[in-house]
């Protein structure tokens, strides 16, 4: 049994590729592409970068938290919308972390962490951590 924690990252765009590029080369994580029902059991993050379109925002969102367990801690990119709207659109806000990375995401050594309002604290701490372990530093409320 592995103790690697399972991310899975959800995104058709740059950010997500070199998302899944830094997730690949971390040997303590599992690496699932995309989110469907039969990946997402047992998945500990959903990385979810949408940031073009409010609507396909919302949706993406609304179908991570549709297909992952009530456990699973969603990081979404907060480019165009705040944390706390974003968290607003889901029935548990509470498990909705905002991050924004200026460029790409292998090159910058600082991504700046935002706590929505209905935020359970435990998960900036996770994120912290999940960012942390990637050597790369993290600023922003919490």
């Known amino acids: 049994m592995s103790n690697k924690r399972r991310i899975a990252v959800v995104g058709t765009n740059r950010q997500a590729e070199t998302m899944v590029e830094l ?10 592409e995309g989110l469907s029902a039969a990946s997402s059991d047992g998945i500990d993050i959903v990385i ?3 940031n073009v379109d409010l609507a396909d925002k919302r949706m993406s969102l609304q179908r991570i938290e549709q297909l ?3 456990e699973t801690v969603i990081v979404s990119s907060i480019l165009g919308v ?6 607003s659109w889901l029935r548990d806000g509470s498990r909705l972390t905002g991050f924004e990375v200026f460029g790409d995401v292998n090159k910058t050594g600082l991504i700046e962490l ?3 309002l209905q935020m359970d ?5 996770l994120v912290d ?9 993290t600023v922003g409320s919490g």
Do not use: D
């Open 23 to 32: 997730f690949r080369q971390a040997p303590q994580y599992h690496l699932i």
């Open 48 to 50: 979810e970068t949408e």
């Open 68 to 70: 992952a367990c009530s």
């Open 82 to 87: 705040s944390a706390t709207e974003a968290a």
């Open 114 to 116: 935002a706590a929505p």
């Open 121 to 125: 604290s435990s998960h900036m701490e």
């Open 129 to 137: 951590g999940l960012f942390a372990s990637l050597s790369k530093e």
